[in-house]
Structure formats: C-alpha cells, structure tokens
C-alpha cells in the first residue's frame, strides 16, 4: 500500500512543483512594493527611468541642449519659485534636497500637469524649451525607440523630463557630473533619476 502511494506521488510530483512555482510567484507579485503600479509610470517608462544617463548619445545631446540655455540654477530658481508652498525653504542658489519634497513635488504638481496638458501654462519658457527640444533629440529618439515607448510614454517622460530640471541640485550635477562624462567620454557616476523615488503611492 505504501509503495502505491510512493508511485502515485511521483506521478503528481511535476504537477506539484509547477503548482507551488506559481504560488510562490504570485505570493511575490502580491508583496512586491517596488514596482511601476505605485509609481504611477507606465511599466516602459519605470524601467528605463534609472538607465537615462547610461546612455551616451542621449546624454550627449542633453548635455549640448542644456548648455545653450545659460544659467541652470537661475532657471531652477525661477521654478521653485512657483511652488513656494512645497519649496518652503528654498532660496537663491540653494541646492539643498530632500525625499520628502520631490515626492510632494511629483505627486501634487508635476504627475496633475500631466494628466491635464492645459497645466503646462505654468511652466516657464526656459524649461519647456528644454524639454521640447530634448524630445526632439536624437538620442531621446533613440532611447524612446529602444525602450519601446508609446506615444503616451513620451508624454509622460515631458513629465519626467520636469522633474528632474526642477530639482534644486540639478544645475550643480549638470556641471559636475554630466558636463565632464561628455567632454571626458566617460560613464556618468549618478543616476538621472532613482526609481524608488516612485515607488510610492501618492498622489490623485
């Protein structure tokens, strides 16, 4: 009897691990906190979020844009002071970030202007310039292609694309880190953005 059951065991062994396989996946699936759904990005945009500087003919020409544009942190300065409300603290110069504020930053202001393209009144013609003329690139056409983008995941990188210029270390790790990855053709040691910066809800 008891060898029976051994045999009719291991005639369901396969279905049993097959079946505890996907158990265990969708256990992860159900646990996993970092991912796109709470970013609110589409899955193509997350994934490619923290490969932006990685690639050289899209930091090229991002570079060559922002340095037709003068005085980074006077555009940034001008930004922030549109949100007051959120940049409580910011002043002239200042650099100075915090987690807290980006996310505030992203979820109450930048991620509403994307869902209402009439919001973009509020950005200043500096930075809409820049963010026009990136998409217009080359190397963002390239990256676009390569990570599959949709139409709707290049609007959403117009979104993407504000958030990082409106940073208030933006100009300072254009000049320190992007500027001379391009002149010295070498890899850039930051990310242009780290993706667990969205992996939280917020946000309507």
């Known amino acids: 009897m008891i060898e029976g059951f051994v045999e009719l065991l291991g005639d369901y062994r396969p279905y049993f691990w097959v079946g505890l396989l996907v158990i265990i996946k969708i256990g992860l699936m159900l646990t996993d906190k970092s991912n796109f759904k709470g970013s609110k990005l589409s899955k193509n945009v997350y994934d490619a979020l923290e490969k932006l500087y990685d690639d050289r003919d899209f930091l090229r020409d991002f ?35 915090s987690r807290g504020t980006d996310r505030l930053m992203w979820s109450q202001y930048i991620w509403k202007m994307l869902k209402d393209s009439s919001q973009e009144w509020r950005w200043n013609a500096p ?78």
């Open 127 to 204: 930075e809409k310039r820049i963010i026009d003329n990136v998409l217009k690139s080359n190397g963002y056409r390239k990256f676009s292609k390569k990570h599959n983008f949709t139409k709707e995941d290049d609007t959403m990188m117009r979104a993407v694309f504000y958030y990082i210029i409106s940073r208030p270390d933006f100009a300072l790790n254009v000049q320190k880190y992007l500027v001379p990855a391009v002149e010295q053709n070498r890899s850039v040691i930051i990310r242009a953005i780290d993706r667990g910066d969205f992996d939280f809800t917020g946000g309507s």
């Open 63 to 97: 570079v060559e844009i922002l340095k037709k544009e003068g005085n980074l942190q006077d555009i940034i300065d001008d930004i922030l002071v549109n949100y007051k409300d959120v940049h409580k603290f910011h002043f002239k110069g200042n650099t100075e970030r």
